[in-house]
T-cell receptor, first 111, second 115 residues
Framework: LAKTTQPISMDSYEGQEVNITCSHN???????ITWYQQFPSQGPRFIIQ???TKVTNEVASLFIPADRKSSTLSLPRVSLSDTAVYYC????????????FGSGTQLTVLP | GEEVAQTPKHLVRGEGQKAKLYCAPI?????VFWYQQVLKNEFKFLIS????????ETGMPKERFSAKCLPNSPCSLEIQATKLEDSAVYFC?????????????FGPGTRLLVL
């Protein structure tokens, strides 16, 4: 499994765009990049997943360069309620196996 | 249901006592996963099921941990003779097909405190 590296913590202010970058240098051809969000006292929640280029949904955008060795989660106009831990995961496609979480990035949104 | 349900929310046990945790996966989901979150951000995989069959138990401490997913019943995770180091939040997740690129839906967790 490809190891992921992401910042331990980030601070932002309400209304700003937040970009969290994750490096995964050893990503394999059939690996997907997936981000989960965890609020205090809750289970992780799926945010977005991609394989290459750009993916956008109602919550976030995911940018993946051509070499796929990194990815950037972009949260537009964050609010206080976006304060959470964000996990970047590299998941092999096609196999029913467990998710492997890293340490995550604690995002704190300040008023 | 549309959400993964876990009971109880909190569980306090003295060392050596038994602890039993329950998980009801989303209806129609065939795969159930159990994870242990010990420190704030560290997850450890314990076991997964495909319907009532154990799919992967490589993360299970074999001596004191056991788990079941029986038809028409919530899945369960049981810890015999709890130890202080078992204090953690235990999450259950379910998915429809088990494919890793498919979303796993997590429950709210059971916080176990062993005194």
């Amino acid at each position: 499994l490809a190891k992921t590296t992401q910042p331990i913590s980030m601070d932002s202010y309400e209304g700003q765009e937040v970009n969290i970058t994750c490096s995964h240098n050893n990503i394999a051809t059939n690996d997907y990049i997936t981000w989960y969000q965890q609020f205090p006292s809750q289970g992780p929640r799926f945010i977005i997943q991609g394989y290459k280029t750009k993916v956008t949904n109602e919550v976030a955008s995911l940018f993946i360069p051509a070499d796929r060795k990194s990815s950037t989660l972009s949260l537009p106009r964050v609010s206080l309620s976006d304060t959470a831990v964000y996990y970047c995961l590299v998941v092999p496609g096609g196999s029913a196996r467990q998710l492997t979480f890293g340490s995550g990035t604690q995002l704190t949104v300040l008023p | 249901g549309e959400e993964v349900a876990q009971t109880p929310k909190h569980l306090v046990r003295g060392e050596g006592q038994k602890a039993k945790l329950y998980c009801a996966p989303i209806k129609g989901h065939s795969y159930v996963f159990w994870y242990q979150q010990v420190l704030k951000n560290e997850f450890k995989f314990l076991i997964s099921f495909q319907n009532e069959n154990v799919f992967d138990e490589t993360g299970m401490p074999k001596e004191r941990f056991s788990a079941k997913c029986l038809p028409n019943s919530p899945c369960s995770l049981e810890i015999q003779a709890t130890k202080l180091e078992d204090s953690a939040v235990y999450f259950c997740a379910s998915s429809q097909s088990g494919l890793l690129q498919e979303t796993q839906y997590f429950g709210p967790g059971t916080r176990l405190l062993v005194l």
